[in-house]
Protein backbone atom coordinates (compact mmCIF):
# COMPACT_ATOMS: atom_id res chain seq x y z
CA UNK A 1 0.00 0.00 0.00
CA UNK A 2 1.41 3.47 -0.63
CA UNK A 3 2.03 5.34 2.34
CA UNK A 4 1.50 9.29 0.65
CA UNK A 5 -0.24 9.06 -2.86
CA UNK A 6 -0.77 12.11 -5.06
CA UNK A 7 -2.53 12.61 -7.97
CA UNK A 8 -2.35 13.48 -10.52
CA UNK A 9 1.36 12.17 -11.36
CA UNK A 10 1.29 14.64 -14.20
CA UNK A 11 -0.60 17.87 -15.35
CA UNK A 12 -0.02 19.78 -18.00
CA UNK A 13 -2.57 23.03 -18.36
CA UNK A 14 -2.21 26.34 -19.83
CA UNK A 15 -1.97 29.85 -18.44
CA UNK A 16 -4.23 31.33 -16.24
CA UNK A 17 -6.07 28.23 -15.70
CA UNK A 18 -7.10 26.92 -12.24
CA UNK A 19 -5.97 23.18 -10.97
CA UNK A 20 -5.84 21.23 -8.14
CA UNK A 21 -2.95 18.60 -6.88
CA UNK A 22 -4.42 16.08 -4.79
CA UNK A 23 -2.90 14.09 -2.00
CA UNK A 24 -3.60 11.47 0.65
CA UNK A 25 -1.66 9.60 3.80
CA UNK A 26 -2.69 6.48 5.35
CA UNK A 27 -0.15 6.18 7.68
CA UNK A 28 -2.08 8.10 10.38
CA UNK A 29 -0.06 10.94 10.66
CA UNK A 30 -1.33 14.32 11.77
CA UNK A 31 1.00 16.60 9.90
CA UNK A 32 1.22 16.90 6.22
CA UNK A 33 3.74 19.06 3.92
CA UNK A 34 3.64 20.63 0.25
CA UNK A 35 7.07 20.94 -1.01
CA UNK A 36 7.97 22.17 -4.39
CA UNK A 37 11.02 20.91 -6.16
CA UNK A 38 12.19 23.62 -9.36
CA UNK A 39 13.76 22.87 -12.42
CA UNK A 40 17.23 23.22 -10.81
CA UNK A 41 16.16 20.69 -7.83
CA UNK A 42 15.87 23.04 -4.96
CA UNK A 43 13.33 21.25 -3.21
CA UNK A 44 11.63 24.25 -0.78
CA UNK A 45 8.64 24.13 1.85
CA UNK A 46 5.49 25.94 1.08
CA UNK A 47 2.86 25.09 3.31
CA UNK A 48 2.66 22.58 6.55
CA UNK A 49 -0.59 22.02 8.19
CA UNK A 50 -0.79 19.46 11.61
CA UNK A 51 -4.75 18.64 12.65
CA UNK A 52 -5.75 20.33 10.22
CA UNK A 53 -4.28 23.77 11.22
CA UNK A 54 -1.82 25.83 9.23
CA UNK A 55 1.41 25.63 10.68
CA UNK A 56 3.23 27.58 8.38
CA UNK A 57 3.22 29.52 4.75
CA UNK A 58 6.21 30.28 3.17
CA UNK A 59 6.47 32.98 0.79
CA UNK A 60 4.02 31.60 -1.36
CA UNK A 61 1.65 33.55 -4.21
CA UNK A 62 -1.63 33.34 -2.57
CA UNK A 63 -2.66 31.95 -5.54
CA UNK A 64 -1.54 28.63 -3.89
CA UNK A 65 -4.20 27.68 -1.46
CA UNK A 66 -3.60 24.43 0.49
CA UNK A 67 -7.24 22.77 1.95
CA UNK A 68 -7.26 20.27 4.28
CA UNK A 69 -10.35 18.49 4.65
CA UNK A 70 -9.22 15.88 7.51
CA UNK A 71 -5.85 14.40 8.81
CA UNK A 72 -5.13 12.28 6.06
CA UNK A 73 -5.39 14.83 3.22
CA UNK A 74 -4.26 17.70 2.03
CA UNK A 75 -4.92 19.31 -1.44
CA UNK A 76 -3.11 22.30 -3.08
CA UNK A 77 -4.84 24.26 -5.40
CA UNK A 78 -3.49 26.71 -7.68
CA UNK A 79 -5.21 29.89 -9.42
CA UNK A 80 -4.29 31.37 -12.27
CA UNK A 81 -1.09 28.95 -13.34
CA UNK A 82 1.69 31.18 -14.49
CA UNK A 83 4.72 29.86 -16.45
CA UNK A 84 6.82 29.78 -13.08
CA UNK A 85 4.35 27.02 -11.47
CA UNK A 86 6.26 24.13 -13.32
CA UNK A 87 7.95 22.21 -11.75
CA UNK A 88 7.16 18.99 -8.93
CA UNK A 89 4.95 19.40 -6.39
CA UNK A 90 5.30 16.54 -3.31
CA UNK A 91 3.68 15.88 -0.82
CA UNK A 92 4.98 14.38 2.71
CA UNK A 93 3.62 13.50 6.26
CA UNK A 94 4.74 13.23 9.54
CA UNK A 95 3.42 12.04 13.08
CA UNK A 96 3.53 14.99 16.00
CA UNK A 97 5.68 17.51 17.35
CA UNK A 98 7.14 15.92 20.22
CA UNK A 99 9.18 13.29 18.78
CA UNK A 100 11.40 12.71 16.26
CA UNK A 101 9.50 11.25 12.92
CA UNK A 102 10.85 11.29 9.66
CA UNK A 103 9.05 12.54 6.56
CA UNK A 104 7.00 10.27 4.13
CA UNK A 105 7.01 11.75 0.73
CA UNK A 106 4.93 10.85 -1.82
CA UNK A 107 5.97 10.69 -5.34
CA UNK A 108 5.12 13.99 -7.06
CA UNK A 109 3.27 15.50 -8.99
CA UNK A 110 5.18 16.90 -12.49
CA UNK A 111 3.19 20.25 -13.23
CA UNK A 112 3.78 21.64 -16.04
CA UNK A 113 2.34 24.86 -17.85
CA UNK A 114 2.73 25.94 -21.24
CA UNK B 1 18.95 28.67 9.77
CA UNK B 2 22.28 26.74 9.87
CA UNK B 3 23.49 25.88 6.94
CA UNK B 4 24.84 22.56 4.93
CA UNK B 5 27.75 21.95 2.41
CA UNK B 6 27.87 19.00 0.54
CA UNK B 7 29.65 18.09 -3.22
CA UNK B 8 28.07 18.53 -5.99
CA UNK B 9 28.46 14.97 -6.96
CA UNK B 10 30.43 11.03 -6.20
CA UNK B 11 31.15 8.75 -7.63
CA UNK B 12 31.62 4.92 -6.27
CA UNK B 13 32.09 1.50 -7.47
CA UNK B 14 29.27 -0.93 -7.07
CA UNK B 15 30.36 -3.03 -3.63
CA UNK B 16 31.92 -0.35 -2.31
CA UNK B 17 31.75 1.70 0.53
CA UNK B 18 30.70 5.27 -0.07
CA UNK B 19 31.25 8.12 2.28
CA UNK B 20 29.19 11.11 1.47
CA UNK B 21 30.59 14.21 3.50
CA UNK B 22 28.54 17.24 4.91
CA UNK B 23 29.71 20.41 6.80
CA UNK B 24 27.69 22.36 8.99
CA UNK B 25 30.47 24.78 11.01
CA UNK B 26 27.31 26.95 12.07
CA UNK B 27 25.40 23.87 13.74
CA UNK B 28 23.60 25.02 16.82
CA UNK B 29 23.89 22.65 20.06
CA UNK B 30 20.14 21.31 19.48
CA UNK B 31 20.63 20.85 15.73
CA UNK B 32 20.05 17.21 14.55
CA UNK B 33 21.97 16.30 11.56
CA UNK B 34 19.25 14.27 8.89
CA UNK B 35 19.86 12.56 5.58
CA UNK B 36 17.54 12.12 3.46
CA UNK B 37 17.69 10.92 -0.45
CA UNK B 38 16.20 11.09 -3.84
CA UNK B 39 15.79 8.51 -6.35
CA UNK B 40 15.07 9.52 -9.97
CA UNK B 41 11.36 10.17 -10.40
CA UNK B 42 10.42 9.67 -6.92
CA UNK B 43 10.01 11.81 -3.34
CA UNK B 44 12.83 11.64 -1.06
CA UNK B 45 13.13 9.21 1.85
CA UNK B 46 14.65 9.51 5.20
CA UNK B 47 18.21 7.31 5.53
CA UNK B 48 19.16 8.32 8.84
CA UNK B 49 19.33 11.35 11.99
CA UNK B 50 21.79 12.14 14.88
CA UNK B 51 22.72 14.51 17.03
CA UNK B 52 25.93 13.63 18.49
CA UNK B 53 26.87 10.15 18.51
CA UNK B 54 27.58 8.16 15.34
CA UNK B 55 24.36 5.93 14.58
CA UNK B 56 23.38 3.01 12.99
CA UNK B 57 20.50 1.44 11.03
CA UNK B 58 19.81 -1.20 8.12
CA UNK B 59 20.30 1.62 5.51
CA UNK B 60 23.48 3.47 6.26
CA UNK B 61 25.78 4.73 9.05
CA UNK B 62 26.24 8.39 10.20
CA UNK B 63 29.55 9.50 11.79
CA UNK B 64 29.49 12.99 13.14
CA UNK B 65 32.39 14.72 14.05
CA UNK B 66 33.52 15.27 17.74
CA UNK B 67 32.74 19.21 17.17
CA UNK B 68 29.93 18.17 15.50
CA UNK B 69 31.15 20.94 12.27
CA UNK B 70 30.42 17.85 9.84
CA UNK B 71 29.10 14.88 9.43
CA UNK B 72 29.91 11.25 7.15
CA UNK B 73 27.08 9.56 5.85
CA UNK B 74 28.30 5.74 5.13
CA UNK B 75 26.89 3.45 2.72
CA UNK B 76 28.66 0.22 3.54
CA UNK B 77 28.25 -1.49 0.41
CA UNK B 78 26.99 0.50 -2.82
CA UNK B 79 24.38 -0.84 -4.89
CA UNK B 80 23.46 0.41 -8.34
CA UNK B 81 19.74 1.13 -6.45
CA UNK B 82 21.54 3.75 -4.26
CA UNK B 83 22.44 5.90 -7.48
CA UNK B 84 20.37 8.96 -5.70
CA UNK B 85 20.84 12.31 -4.83
CA UNK B 86 21.77 12.54 -1.01
CA UNK B 87 20.95 15.61 1.30
CA UNK B 88 22.22 16.47 4.61
CA UNK B 89 19.57 18.44 6.56
CA UNK B 90 19.93 20.79 9.94
CA UNK B 91 16.81 20.43 12.49
CA UNK B 92 15.65 21.44 15.61
CA UNK B 93 13.62 18.76 16.70
CA UNK B 94 10.53 18.61 17.80
CA UNK B 95 10.03 20.56 14.81
CA UNK B 96 11.58 18.38 11.59
CA UNK B 97 9.35 19.21 8.29
CA UNK B 98 8.84 22.64 9.44
CA UNK B 99 12.25 23.61 9.45
CA UNK B 100 13.54 21.04 7.24
CA UNK B 101 15.66 23.34 3.91
CA UNK B 102 17.27 20.92 1.62
CA UNK B 103 20.36 22.25 -0.11
CA UNK B 104 21.32 20.57 -3.39
CA UNK B 105 22.67 17.09 -2.31
CA UNK B 106 25.33 15.24 -3.31
CA UNK B 107 24.34 13.52 -6.37
CA UNK B 108 26.01 9.68 -6.20
CA UNK B 109 26.54 7.20 -9.29
CA UNK B 110 27.23 3.93 -8.79
CA UNK B 111 29.80 2.18 -11.16
CA UNK B 112 28.83 -1.34 -12.02
Known amino acids: DTAVSQTPKYLVTQMGNDKSIKCEQN?????MYWYKQDSKKFLKIMFS???????INETVPNRFSPKSPDKAHLNLHINSLELGDSAVYFC?????????????FGNGTRLTVT | DAKTTQPNSMESNEEEPVHLPCNHS???????IHWYRQLPSQGPEYVIH???SNVNNRMASLAIAEDRKSSTLILHRATLRDAAVYYC?????????????FGTGTSLTVIP
Open chain 1, 92 to 104: ASSQGQLNFSPLH
Open chain 1, 27 to 31: LGHDT
Open chain 1, 49 to 55: YNNKELI
Open chain 2, 26 to 32: TISGTDY
Open chain 2, 50 to 52: GLT
Open chain 2, 89 to 101: ILSDLPNTGNQFY
